[in-house]
């Protein structure tokens, strides 16, 4: 039984480093790559993909699964992987550098990684206004 669980977590390792360098797009349409998220006590790392409904998700905390921490509710522990260019901005959600959001009627873009702040607050530099 053992042999399997590690033939498993190997198989797991391999297909999340398909997906290192890839485009968020390249992900995307490659979905059904990535395991399906489980709420009962799966252990993930920062860096896995998982699948959770019709959307794959990036793992951006360590923590083992529990089934009220769902990829779409719990923005602290997942960031979703879209392809669209200018997404809505949400508060909790993390954006990588280079993330492209609408917030207040304008246009924004992330200028550092897991950026959280909401972009054109007083004081806050993260986000770059976008000008086009």
């Known amino acids: 039984m053992n042999k399997y669980l590690e033939e498993a977590k ?3 390792k391999s ?4 997906a290192e360098g890839q485009s968020d797009e390249k992900i995307v349409n490659n979905k059904s790559a990535f395991p399906w998220w489980n709420g009962n006590g799966v252990e993930l790392k920062v ?4 699948r959770y409904e019709d959307d794959v998700y990036q793992v951006i905390q360590n923590h083992t699964t529990q089934p009220d921490w769902t990829p779409d509710i719990v923005p602290a522990l997942f960031n979703k992987i879209t392809v ?3 997404e809505k901005w949400e508060p909790g959600n993390f954006y990588k550098k280079g ?3 609408t917030h207040n ?3 924004w873009v992330s200028n550092v990684d897991n950026n959280h702040w909401e972009p054109g607050a007083t004081g806050v530099y993260t986000w770059d206004e976008w000008t086009g």
């Open 47 to 50: 860096g896995q993909y998982i």
């Open 105 to 107: 009627n304008k246009k």
């Open 15 to 18: 297909i999340n480093g398909l």
């Open 10 to 12: 190997a198989m797991l």
């Open 99 to 101: 993330a492209k959001v």
């Open 84 to 86: 669209e260019e200018w």
